[in-house]
């Protein structure tokens, strides 16, 4: 899902890990700041981005909206900095904040706008590059992939047309409550919408 989004718009695919470091891949994710999602959209963010939240539904938490939204910011911080670093930068801090920084500095590569920028956008890019790292020579060190504790569903859409409880879904689908919520992240209520 990562790759074919990072690939239609562009992005490098190293980005796919960068929801490793924004969240664990957990898609209910939510920051002390209020971000929420595989990646951590702040509200208004995720809402320039077409992400909807209401009392029944947060979007930043979909899986496939989300990484659709990240990939289009992606696209459009590279086209203010031009720099992928600098986009990673930018991702974490804002870019009017980054863009601030660069001004007051002079400086527009981010290996030297480092040490200018908060404790936490400079060790943004770090931690990156090291997720990167180990997503790809985890096997050298020795470390092996742990299988999933829950069984993978075969998945299919289905569309309603009025709004139905967890439970009758369930009852009607012969599906558990637990699963059909873990399938549905981006629903904060036991009822659909």
Same mark, same amino acid.
């Not at 470091?21 to 999602?37: D, H, M, T």
């Not at 077409?50 to 979909?62: A, G, H, K």
């Not at 590569?109 to 997720?131: K, N, S």
């Not at 997503?135 to 998945?155: F, H, Q, R, S, V």
């Given at each position: 899902?990562? $790759?074919?989004?990072?690939?239609?718009?562009?992005?490098?695919?190293?980005?796919?890990?960068?929801?490793?470091?924004?969240?664990?891949?957990?898609?209910?994710?939510?920051?002390?700041?209020?971000?929420?999602?595989?990646?951590?959209?702040?509200?208004? #963010?995720?809402?320039?981005?077409?992400?909807?939240? #209401?009392?029944?539904?947060?979007?930043?938490?979909?899986?496939?909206?989300?990484?659709?939204?990240?990939?289009?910011?992606?696209?459009?911080?590279? $086209?203010?900095?031009?720099?992928?670093?600098?986009?990673?930068?930018?991702?974490?801090?804002?870019?009017?904040?980054?863009?601030?920084?660069?001004?007051?500095?002079?400086?527009?590569?981010?290996?030297?706008?480092?040490?200018?920028?908060?404790?936490?956008?400079?060790?943004?890019?770090?931690?990156?590059?090291?997720?990167?790292?180990?997503?790809?020579?985890?096997?050298?060190?020795?470390? $092996?992939?742990?299988?999933?504790?829950? #069984?993978?569903?075969?998945?299919?859409?289905?569309?309603?047309?009025?709004?139905? $409880?967890?439970?009758?879904?369930?009852?009607?689908?012969?599906?558990?409550?637990?699963?059909?919520?873990?399938?549905?992240?981006?629903?904060?209520?036991?009822?659909?919408?």
């Amino acid at each position: 899902m990562f $790759e074919s989004s990072l690939d239609k718009y562009n992005i490098p695919l190293e980005f796919k890990y960068l929801a490793i470091v924004e969240s664990a891949l957990n898609p209910r994710a939510r920051s002390p700041s209020g971000a929420k999602g595989l990646w951590q959209f702040m509200y208004l #963010t995720g809402k320039q981005y077409n992400l909807n939240v #209401t009392s029944y539904l947060d979007e930043r938490q979909d899986p496939y909206k989300s990484t659709e939204a990240a990939c289009q910011y992606f696209a459009k911080l590279y $086209e203010m900095f031009g720099d992928w670093n600098l986009v990673l930068a930018a991702y974490n801090g804002g870019p009017g904040y980054l863009s601030r920084t660069m001004a007051k500095t002079g400086l527009y590569d981010y290996w030297q706008l480092r040490p200018y920028l908060r404790r936490e956008t400079r060790g943004y890019v770090p931690a990156f590059i090291a997720v990167n790292y180990v997503m790809n020579y985890y096997k050298d060190y020795g470390i $092996e992939a742990e299988a999933p504790k829950t #069984t993978l569903y075969k998945t299919d859409t289905i569309t309603l047309k009025t709004q139905i $409880e967890f439970g009758v879904l369930s009852e009607l689908i012969c599906l558990p409550k637990e699963i059909i919520a873990q399938l549905n992240p981006s629903i904060t209520k036991d009822v659909f919408p």
